[in-house]
């Protein structure tokens, strides 16, 4: 950026030296403070282009740390800065400690079957219809997100392979383990829970996504397809 084009508006900058156009080519990192301020303000005064207001409420309070410490008050001492983009910059800096701050859950870790009974069992297992669900997994075997794949009448639930799996390849799943409840309380496979869990097995080593186990709820009880070698 040359100094003249800082006191610019910014909507007579080339496009690829205005600041949101940059931010969407080149990202965040490759802006300055006063670029990203500007993006937040959009335009800035009659007298005063957004980057060079930008500029102008960084040089007041010396440097990111100062203006943090600013209150909405103090922030609308700089010439330009009126409440909204003092605002603006305070919740914008809040979301920036905020994360800064953020330590992420711990995911849940599936090492086998008593896991995913532990998991999710008591959500489904009284279910009067039949749900299938499956557990989409990185590549340490933790929990990445948890999908309702289907939910069927009361005795069978469709569950067709590019359903289970459009979702896996969407979040970058490593692995999935499938489950379903029967609502009759007994967990025993049928000859169409077999079936499809082969077909499944089947459609995820063509995707390279390993399919850990097929988890059966009843009441109370649970069969690891797994287990059995059924898989």
């Given at each position: 950026?040359?100094?003249?084009?800082?006191?610019?508006?910014?909507?007579?900058?080339?496009?690829?030296?205005?600041?949101?156009?940059?931010?969407?080519?080149?990202?965040?990192?490759?802006?300055?403070?006063?670029?990203?301020?500007?993006?937040?303000?959009?335009?800035?005064?009659?007298?005063t282009?957004?980057?060079?207001?930008?500029d102008?409420?960084?040089?007041?309070f010396?440097?990111?740390?100062g203006?943090?410490?600013?209150?909405?008050?103090?922030?609308?001492?700089?010439?330009?800065?009126?409440?909204?983009?003092?605002?603006?910059?305070?919740?914008?800096?809040?979301?920036?400690?905020?994360?800064?701050?953020?330590?992420?859950?711990?995911?849940?870790?599936?090492?086998?079957?008593?896991?995913?009974?532990?998991?999710?069992?008591?959500?489904?297992?009284?279910?009067?219809?039949?749900?299938?669900?499956?557990?989409?997994?990185?590549?340490?075997?933790?929990?990445?997100?948890?999908?309702?794949?289907?939910?069927?009448?009361?005795?069978?639930a469709?569950?067709?392979?590019?359903?289970?799996?459009?979702?896996?390849?969407?979040?970058?799943?490593s692995?999935?383990?499938?489950?379903?409840?029967?609502?009759?309380?007994?967990?025993?496979p049928?000859?169409?829970?077999?079936?499809?869990?082969?077909?499944?097995?089947?459609?995820?080593?063509?995707?390279?996504?390993r399919?850990?186990?097929?988890?059966i709820?009843?009441?109370?009880?649970?069969?690891?397809?797994?287990?059995?070698?059924?898989?």
């Amino acid at each position: 950026m040359t100094g003249l084009a800082v006191s610019t508006a910014v909507r007579e900058l080339p496009p690829e030296e205005r600041p949101r156009e940059r931010l969407a080519q080149l990202g965040p990192e490759a802006l300055r403070d006063a670029e990203l301020i500007a993006v937040l303000f959009r335009t800035g005064t009659r007298e005063t282009g957004a980057i060079a207001l930008a500029d102008a409420v960084l040089r007041h309070f010396g440097d990111l740390r100062g203006l943090a410490r600013a209150s909405i008050e103090e922030l609308q001492q700089v010439k330009g800065l009126g409440a909204v983009k003092a605002i603006e910059i305070k919740a914008a800096l809040e979301l920036g400690k905020r994360l800064a701050a953020h330590v992420a859950k711990e995911r849940p870790r599936i090492a086998g079957a008593g896991d995913v009974v532990r998991h999710l069992m008591i959500r489904y297992k009284d279910c009067e219809t039949e749900k299938f669900i499956a557990l989409l997994l990185n590549t340490k075997n933790e929990v990445l997100k948890t999908i309702e794949v289907s939910s069927g009448g009361l005795d069978s639930a469709l569950a067709m392979p590019r359903d289970v799996f459009r979702q896996a390849i969407r979040e970058g799943a490593s692995a999935v383990v499938v489950c379903h409840n029967h609502p009759s309380g007994d967990p025993e496979p049928s000859r169409d829970d077999v079936a499809l869990t082969r077909r499944l097995a089947e459609s995820a080593e063509l995707l390279g996504i390993r399919l850990l186990d097929h988890v059966i709820f009843g009441d109370g009880r649970h069969v690891s397809l797994k287990e059995r070698n059924l898989l």
